[in-house]
């Protein structure tokens, strides 16, 4: 069992940085891979960002790459994600997730609670 919780979000004007942070109960964080997905209203969820266990694998929907990046400390049990030049369609409440495996993958058994991110234009 694995309970996540993020946090860092906020409101932030276009163009400006966030860094969100997810902090995972449990020993078995360092084992697993990680995501952060976001949701906006009426818009399906998407994977914005996935790590591998050990942080040398990483991987970013279009929309985000070159402007976001996740990182992890496994010695925290922390799995971050800078955001920087930020769009106000990058508008949407940011979930962390967890995989069972350490590899990255189609599949997230465990989820947090979201953190909401406004970006105002």
């Keep these: 069992q694995v309970q996540?919780?993020?946090s860092g979000g906020g409101l932030v004007q276009a163009g400006g940085s966030l860094r969100l942070s997810c902090t995972a109960s449990g020993r078995s964080f360092?084992?697993?891979?990680m995501g952060?997905?976001?949701q906006a209203p009426g818009k399906e969820r998407e994977l914005v960002a996935a790590i591998n266990w050990?942080?040398?694998s990483t991987s970013y929907s279009d929309s985000v790459k070159g402007r976001f990046s996740i990182s992890r400390d496994n010695a925290k049990?922390?799995?971050?994600?800078q955001?920087?030049?930020l769009k106000p369609e990058d508008t949407a409440v940011?979930?962390?997730?967890?995989?069972s495996s350490g590899v990255v993958g189609p599949?997230?058994?465990y989820w947090g609670q979201g953190t909401q991110v406004t970006v105002s234009s």
């Design 77 to 81: 049990n922390t799995v971050y994600l």
């Design 94 to 99: 940011y979930y962390c997730a967890a995989r």
């Design 54 to 56: 050990i942080g040398r």
């Design 30 to 33: 360092s084992s697993r891979a």
């Design 107 to 109: 599949e997230y058994p």
């Design 4 to 6: 996540l919780v993020e």
């Design 83 to 85: 955001m920087n030049s």
């Design 36 to 38: 952060w997905f976001r």
